[in-house]
């Protein structure tokens, strides 16, 4: 494997690898067939059945380094549960480093969710996603990829690797951005982020509008997220310019009145999104 020598002002030099020949992850060579996931067919369950998951330790890393992260934006709204009998503060602060699951990750967004508003959410998470880049990493990351064809490609590349603990497998794809015709689409067959929350506000809120403003804002290249919530598959597009939240088809997406303990049946559309 080859690799990729990057370095930030004050921190030590990182190797990260280059994403591997495009064959390697496609479904017919078998890489994102078995990546991960333990269904006998090794592809995604169907919708409306929960995929199984065989982690290793690469991904339980990843988990428990965004579980611990979150955890301390999680711990009013745990202790305002817990002294009105909904729960034990504690039960998280005692977990080890690998003790963390995706199960636990889940639970500690749901309960940062508590509490907040839309726009709080996504602070919270903006604030994590900062606090895992060493000083000075969005100015670097601006110099180093600047909006270009190349720079949304690379990035779609290793988004396959790298984001497979959260959202479960992926491949790049060919889109269609400001009338060029580029491989900088990721597909993301089913969000495992979605399937295992079964949360539309979870989603909206702490996963696609958060990483869009970050990647647009703060790293400066244009990124889309474009869920759907019919299968849970989710189409992200670097290089695109995102709508506005007013103009996002997400935004005005009803609860998973079935999957979701959240949820409120009554409404047309997510209460997590109208607040």
């Not at 990260?16 to 890489?31: D, F, K, Q």
């Not at 988990?63 to 504690?90: H, P, V, W």
């Not at 959260?166 to 794809?173: D, F, I, K, Q, R």
């Not at 310019?241 to 997400?250: G, H, I, S, T, W």
Request: glycine fraction near 6%.
């Amino acid at each position: 494997m080859e690799l990729l020598m990057i370095s930030f002002p004050n921190a030590r030099v990182v190797p990260l690898p280059l994403p591997l020949p495009r064959r390697r992850w496609s479904c017919r060579h078998g890489i994102i067939r078995n990546g991960g996931i333990a269904e006998p067919s090794g592809v995604p369950a169907p919708m409306g059945q929960k995929t199984q998951y065989k982690d290793g330790i690469f991904e339980k890393a990843f988990m428990s380094l965004f579980a611990r992260k979150m955890e301390r934006f999680a711990t009013a709204a745990a202790a305002a549960a817990a002294n009105s009998g909904g729960g034990d503060t504690n039960s998280n602060s005692k977990r080890g480093f690998f003790d963390w699951d995706y199960d636990s990750f889940v639970d500690v967004s749901k309960r940062v969710m508590l509490g907040r508003n839309r726009t709080q959410q996504q602070q919270v998470v903006r604030e994590v996603l900062l606090s895992m880049l060493p000083p000075g990493a969005p100015a670097q990351f601006r110099k180093l990829f600047p909006p270009t064809k190349w720079a949304a490609e690379f990035n779609a590349a290793l988004t396959v690797p790298f984001f497979h603990w959260l959202v479960g497998p992926s491949e790049v794809v060919e889109v269609e951005v400001n009338g060029i015709k580029q491989r900088s689409g990721v597909h993301i067959k089913k969000c495992r982020y979605l399937e295992n929350s079964g949360c539309v506000g979870m989603c909206v809120n702490m996963c696609k509008f958060p990483t869009q403003d970050f990647f647009t804002n703060e790293f400066g290249l244009p990124l889309t997220m474009n869920p759907n919530f019919e299968d849970m598959s989710c189409e992200m597009i670097y290089g695109q310019v995102p709508p506005p939240f007013e103009e996002d088809p997400a935004s005005n997406q009803p609860c998973y009145s079935e999957l979701c303990s959240l949820a409120n049946p009554s409404s047309s559309v997510c209460p997590k999104l109208q607040t």
